[in-house]
């Protein structure tokens, strides 16, 4: 299973960004899909995830200028991040729990991170 973000790169303040994220392999089902961040010195925190059922979860930070959204025909998530700020430089993390087999268990996985910069 690998897991490939893109969409990163350097945005002055109040851009906008969409970092999207593909799953690929022997995937027979994925329950949540989502994104964490980690700032310079910081721990990696969650930002927003959705589940196989729609079910959506933002962080505080998050809410009303991140929106999460995905595609099961593609096995991609996708974040709409709006009016962005330096304070949400860092490097942004897609994850998915995946199942591989029918009878095996979710597993999380990480794609490689891909840095969000704000500045002017």
């Known amino acids: 299973v690998q897991l490939q973000a893109s969409g990163g790169g350097l945005v002055q303040p109040g851009g906008s960004l969409r970092l999207s994220c593909e799953a690929s392999?022997?995937?027979?089902?994925?329950?949540?899909m989502g994104w964490y961040r980690q700032a310079r010195g910081k721990q990696r925190e969650l930002v927003a995830g959705v589940s196989s059922g729609r079910n959506i979860s933002y962080s505080d930070s998050a809410k009303g200028r991140f929106t999460i959204s995905r595609d099961d025909a593609k096995n991609t998530v996708d974040l709409q991040i709006n009016s962005l700020k330096p304070e949400d430089t860092a490097v942004y993390y897609c994850?998915?729990?995946?199942?591989?087999?029918?009878?095996?268990?979710?597993?999380?996985?990480w794609g490689q991170g891909t840095q969000v910069t704000v500045s002017s």
């Open positions: 392999g022997g995937i027979v089902s994925i329950n949540w």
């Open positions: 994850y998915a729990d995946i199942k591989w087999s029918y009878y095996g268990v979710f597993n999380r996985y």
